[in-house]
């Protein structure tokens, strides 16, 4: 049973330029969620996606944007980017539209670094 | 509103040694709290999760953790600690109410295990 993955595993850009990060949910999965962790923090909410729409978004700003496909795959776009969105990006799966008790699993993250 | 804080951003134990990881949250409604550790260059593995059941959960790789609601904790411990425990550990809370299914996560607390 395939986990969450994710691809790239490491992507560098520069500043200005737009990048887009991919993730597949484990499955049977429905719900995506996606997390950026800065180093040596812990991850901060970006937003999460069900049936194709965004359901939940964090305190993020709008150039950070997302898509949910109808394999539930889904991928997170980032335009302009910052010195500051270098960050390691996680997606995490989940099922039953992302009930709070339900788990949520973590793929292995997509490191971004923006030079 | 919710918020984690881990206390301590490093521990050392010595390898046999009792492991005892703090965290405390603030929640307006009543919380599920989660544990996760994060080994270098990897995504996030849940180790436990309090979802109102029973306050003393067991996790896997020998890990438990107490809810305690007088305190707002739910500190994660470990009898005896392994050299493989060293890793990042994250507390993290999520909330029933209306919409609200994202993880809030602490800072994190890396565990180093002495030989």
């Known amino acids: 049973d395939a986990g969450v993955t994710q691809s790239p595993t490491h992507l560098i850009k520069t500043r200005g330029q737009q990048v887009t990060l991919r993730c597949s949910p484990k499955?049977?999965?429905?719900?995506v969620s996606w997390y950026q962790q800065a180093l040596g923090q812990g991850p901060q909410f970006i937003f999460q996606?069900?049936?194709?729409?965004?359901?939940q978004r964090g305190n993020f700003p709008d150039r950070f944007s997302g898509h949910q496909f109808p394999n539930y795959s889904s991928e997170l776009n980032v335009n302009a980017l910052l010195l500051g969105d270098s960050a390691l990006y996680l997606c995490?799966?989940?099922?039953?539209?992302?009930?709070?008790?339900?788990?949520?699993?973590f793929g292995p993250g997509t490191r971004l670094t923006v030079l | 509103a919710q918020s984690v804080t881990q206390l301590g951003s490093h521990v050392s134990v010595s390898e046999g040694a009792l492991v005892l990881l703090r965290c405390n949250y603030s929640?307006?409604?009543?919380?599920?709290l989660f544990w996760y550790v994060q080994y270098p260059n990897q995504g996030l593995q849940l180790l436990l999760k309090y979802t109102s059941a029973a306050t003393l959960v067991k996790g896997i790789n020998g890990f438990e953790a107490e809810f305690k609601k007088s305190e707002t904790s739910f500190h994660l411990t470990k009898p005896s600690a392994h050299m493989s425990d060293a890793a990042e550990y994250f507390c993290?809370?999520?909330?029933?109410?209306?919409?609200?299914?994202?993880?809030?996560f602490g800072s994190g607390t890396r565990l180093q295990v002495q030989p």
């Open positions: 993290a809370v999520s909330a029933l109410d209306t919409g609200r299914r994202a993880l809030t």
């Open positions: 995490a799966s989940s099922s039953k539209q992302g009930r709070s008790t339900d788990t949520q699993y």
């Open positions: 996606y069900y049936e194709e729409e965004e359901r």
């Open positions: 929640s307006s409604v009543p919380p599920y």
């Open positions: 499955s049977g999965h429905d719900t």
